[in-house]
């Protein structure tokens, strides 16, 4: 880790307590800064809490005490990425011009890791993993290794403190946390996609949403890379007129791109890579989030041996596309990261079989006809649950399809989903719709998922 003096001796104030909060406030103590910690909830039988207060962190819970920042002369404010700008702790902050940041810019400024960022609305998860056992497949020839960290769930602040210069960190990064980065390098940046209508709610517009995503490649250098989706073209517009860096660029169909899928193998302007009936992914999704990890890797030193090796094994990430089973020839899928439209939809085409569909959620005022199209042609049966089962339902009813179940909960529809499946089926679950109307995270609705599909095996 690198001995930086930016914080030493300064009041930090960390907003939120959760993994990043817990784990910057750590990594702010070894700096040298002296830090307070809030969050609105009760803190008083957190053990998280009464470990950092053992460690020395002024803990404050139970309430957001703006008067605090008037009365003290903080440095920063290190905002939990999930805890919205309308915040009254942010407001505040806003108003005094205190600087507020997040955990990313912190942990990566202290890296002796090179480090590489991914983001995007869909694929930066598995395109994260993908490229981390890659590079780690090419650094475990030396005894060193490649980190997944950020967004994917590991805090950056924890890794730093052990990552060499001879490791790599692959940061996941989302567009919550680099709407609060102000200075982060990263040798090589990706954005896999940028879609509309995600994360509206906290970016407010469109506009900003792709502004926080550039902030992936906005404070790179002509030294660096950035890897670009050639198939959004609008988008692409605003990446080469902002960025420093060389850019590489990918295509699902488009050879002109420097990495691209073609008919049997996933290609460069040089070489054909790898064959696609190789990879053990489905889908053209990720075979485009292949691609991304490809470029990744290849400029940080991996070789087309260290490409096979993952991409013949690699199953997927948890909730995205994870493979559960085969149940009496029905292969089963938890696709539960699907938490809006766009995710959705590069989900259902990702299989040749008919497909029964489990999908609802929380209502965030879409409709769904823009998956008509898809579920004509992939859906056999769906079963809809959550809030917006009869949204779901009006859109399945113009796809023309005929069996069409309502049922409450994803308990129940589970069962009732499996009854409509034959042999050689697929039973997807991509609910098209965040998880709040009835669970916490969309990693708590997935697990509940693969819970209730074992449960099948015992009926």
Known sequence: MKEIDTYQNKNILVLGLGKSGFAVSELLLKLGAHVTLNDKANLDENKKAQELKDKGV???GGHHPVDLLEKEDFAYLVKNPGIPYENPMVQKAEELKIPIITEPEIALSVSDAPYVCVTGSNGKTTTVMLTQQILDHHLSKSGHHAYAVGNIGVPISEVVTKATKDDI???EISSFQLLGVTDIDPKVAAIVDIYNNVHLDYHKTFENYVYAKLNVTRFQNSSDYFIANYDQKDILAKEKELTKAKIQTFSEKDSSADYY????YLESQNEKIIKIDDIKLPGIHNLQNSLVAIAISKIMGADN????????????????????MTLDGRKIYNDSKSTNIEAATVAIPAFKQPEVLIAGGLD????????????KNHVKAIVLYGETKYLLADSARKAGIKKIVIENTLQEAVPKAYELTEPGDVLLFSPACASWDQFRTFEERGDYFVKFVEELKTK
Request: negative net charge.
């Open 261 to 264: 899928i073609g008919d049997e």
């Open 305 to 324: 041996d260290d490409i096979k090796a993952v991409l013949t094994t690699f199953a997927g990430a948890k909730h995205r596309l994870q493979y559960v």
């Open 58 to 60: 002024r803990v404050i």
């Open 169 to 171: 960190l692959v940061v």
């Open 364 to 375: 965030r005022g879409f409709t769904f006809d823009d998956l008509v199209p898809l579920f």
